[in-house]
């Protein structure tokens, strides 16, 4: 779970955390430095949680938020025995996709994700919840930066969609990144004050 938030939202989440671990589930917290892109964190996270081949992993980052609860994808996930799954969610807002990473489409394939679109392929905006088979590992050691310097969860993502093995859930009800920008934090927590989430 990539984190880049301050010491009291640390300690609340490793609270949480200590309570979750009963149920016999393994949660790592990576922190990103001031100015670390988030997409830095996941590859960091990945590689301090391998616990050698076999191993699927969700990746959660910690400021995306969605008002219904996420057990139908993984519940879609688990069936799907391998390849990854990522979540979708449908924005009426153009302008707010050009800032996100898009799917583009066809006949209910992914056929490629692009990271901040001028020109959008889709109205859906990529969440910031991903599932992977075990072939992650072998892919993310041959991860390279982008041109801005970065390791891209798209690119991750866009390796699965090459070898056709990307599916996807549309989510339902709302859905925000509190990390987007200050007003998407502001936006994000007005709406679970006012409505709640993981419902």
């Not at 990746?59 to 996420?70: G, T, W």
């Not at 990271?115 to 859906?124: A, C, G, I, L, W």
Request: with cysteine.
């Amino acid at each position: 779970m990539p984190l880049d938030h301050g010491v009291g939202t640390v300690r609340s989440l490793l609270r949480a955390i200590s309570r979750v671990s009963a149920w016999g589930l393994s949660i790592t917290l990576a922190i990103a430095a001031t100015g670390c892109k988030v997409t830095n964190a996941d590859v960091d996270t990945w590689k301090g949680t391998r616990k050698g081949p076999g191993k699927m992993v969700a990746v959660m980052l910690a400021d995306n938020i969605f008002e219904r609860s996420i057990r139908p994808a993984v519940e879609s996930f688990e069936g799907q025995h391998a390849g990854a799954r990522i979540v979708l969610a449908e924005l009426d807002d153009p302008q707010h996709l050009i800032h996100l990473g898009v799917p583009e489409l066809d006949n209910g394939r992914v056929r490629r994700i692009v990271e901040k679109p001028q020109t959008p392929p889709s109205p859906y905006a990529v969440t910031g919840l991903y599932f992977y088979d075990a072939a992650v590992w072998d892919f993310l050691p041959t991860l390279e930066p982008s041109a801005r310097g970065e390791l891209e969860i798209t690119d991750v993502n866009n390796w699965y969609v090459g070898r056709d093995a990307m599916e996807y859930d549309v989510v339902e009800g709302f859905w925000g990144d509190a990390g987007e920008s200050i007003d998407a934090y502001y936006e994000v927590n007005d709406y679970v004050r006012q409505n709640g989430a993981n419902k």
